[in-house]
């Protein structure tokens, strides 16, 4: 996995880079959720079916080679599903404290505004030996990356890598999963 992934497009359909399809379909939100924040919302590039199908390959690309992979909630278990039946593979979903039946695993992280938890369950999913890539929207600071990373190999996976759609780099997200490798399709 690498930076700055890209890709064949969909079929008749002159290539196109992955970054510029991203950066035409999202939309920037100024003052969201606070005075001063620049919000770069990813929702119309999902939904927006050839900017779906486009990422999901890229993505797909990135994540070839795992038996498994980890969508974490909630953007990622879109895209995370999307890659898994291009790939023919599973998909996991890494979810919100609270929210599975027991036993599960998790992993707490801290927040700018207090903590959170991702679970797995921890039976029912064999985990343990597959090679897993995790998938999601957004590297901002790295938290919830570096949980799902932590979560998956407690329980005995072998997380190869992660891949989002956009990385927000002046928050140093990548710096926080190191030696974990991160594909960014579009940074910001």
Do not use: C, W
């Amino acid at each position: 996995m690498g930076r700055g992934v890209e890709h064949g497009p969909l079929e008749a359909e002159p290539v196109t880079d992955i970054a510029d399809v991203i950066r035409s379909l999202m939309r920037e939100v100024p003052d969201f959720p606070e005075p001063g924040v620049h919000f770069k919302d990813l929702t119309p590039v999902l939904a927006d079916a050839r900017g779906l199908a486009e990422v999901s390959k890229a993505i797909a690309d990135a994540a070839r080679g795992a038996d498994l992979v980890a969508g974490v909630d909630a953007r990622g278990f879109l895209l995370g599903g999307a890659v898994a039946v291009t790939l023919g593979i599973g998909v996991l979903a890494v979810r919100k404290g609270g929210k599975l039946p027991p036993p599960v695993i998790g992993a707490t992280y801290t927040l700018e505004y207090g903590t959170a938890t991702l679970e797995v369950p921890a039976e029912g999913i064999e985990l343990a030996g597959r090679s897993v890539v995790v998938i999601d929207d957004v590297l901002a600071t790295g938290g919830t990356l570096a949980a799902t990373h932590q979560l998956l190999t407690r329980a005995g996976a072998n997380v190869t890598g992660a891949v989002v759609m956009m990385e927000l780099a002046a928050l140093g997200g990548r710096a926080a999963l190191e030696p974990l490798e991160v594909t960014s399709l579009y940074t910001a």
